[in-house]
T-cell receptor, first 115, second 114 residues
Framework: DGGITQSPKYLFRKEGQNVTLSCEQN?????MYWYRQDPGQGLRLIYY???????QKGDIAEGYSVSREKKESFPLTVTSAQKNPTAFYLC??????????????FGNGTRLTVT | GESVGLHLPTLSVQEGDNSIINCAYS??????FIWYKQESGKGPQFIID?????DKRQGQRVTVLLNKTVKHLSLQIAATQPGDSAVYFC?????????????FGKGTLLTVNP
């Protein structure tokens, strides 16, 4: 089945450590996205990539970094500079970026807890 | 900044009833709207979308209505089932030239009582 795979489902880290969240898609989608979901808030965009080797900052990029070396992979690194990293992180992809009739398809998320 | 909001944070219905979930958006230039369903511990699942040149679109047991005059979006679920219990949220997309903004609402928790 085609889809988006995020791993791991749960991740625990000590404060001050960088951590990388994995996102892989086999939908052959051009665009990929990282969102953060916090209780009582709508999804907030961290980074997005419309094509391999290119990515753009979203609304809350500070303290995060990404890479897009392959079409199917878009890992997110949460650095120690992120002030409040504990959250539910969602990866998504779409056939095209920034076009109509191109809904985002989401993975099942990684819940990161930093203590 | 502008945001998509929901009128009700929770909605409880009886199995078999119809459900209506509402959403207000603030950007009058938004031209594409999406409804998602999110079950506990999972990622959002695409339900249905609608473009701004339409005011109604139907899917399997779901209908989305768009009222651009009052910037209101609704999701109607017919014959609601226990498996419909989830958080539902809308998103609106503004895309103009090099500008692009997809805004998500906070969500409405739908509970279906057997």
């Amino acid at each position: 089945d085609g889809g988006i795979t995020q791993s791991p489902k749960y991740l625990f880290r000590k404060e001050g450590q960088n951590v990388t969240l994995s996102c892989e898609q086999n939908l052959n989608h051009d665009a990929m996205y990282w969102y953060r979901q916090d209780p009582g808030q709508g999804l907030r965009l961290i980074y997005y990539s419309q094509i391999v080797n290119d990515f753009q900052k979203g609304d809350i990029a500070e303290g995060y970094s990404v890479s897009r070396e392959k079409k199917e992979s878009f890992p997110l690194t949460v650095t120690s500079a992120q002030k409040n990293p504990t959250a539910f992180y969602l990866c998504a992809s779409s056939i095209f970026g920034h076009t109509l009739n191109s809904p985002l398809h989401f993975g099942n998320g990684t819940r990161l807890t930093v203590t | 900044g502008e945001s998509v909001g929901l009128h009700l944070p929770t909605l409880s219905v009886q199995e078999g009833d119809n459900s209506i979930i509402n959403c207000a958006y603030s950007n009058s230039a938004s031209d594409y709207f999406i409804w998602y369903k999110q079950e506990s511990g999972k990622g959002p699942q695409f339900i249905i979308d609608i473009r701004s040149n339409m005011d109604k679109r139907q899917g399997q047991r779901v209908t989305v209505l768009l009222n651009k005059t009052v910037k209101h979006l609704s999701l109607q679920i017919a014959a609601t089932q226990p498996g419909d219990s989830a958080v539902y949220f809308c998103a609106d997309l503004f895309s103009g030239g090099s500008n692009y903004k997809l805004t998500f609402g906070k969500g409405t928790l739908l509970t279906v009582n057997p």
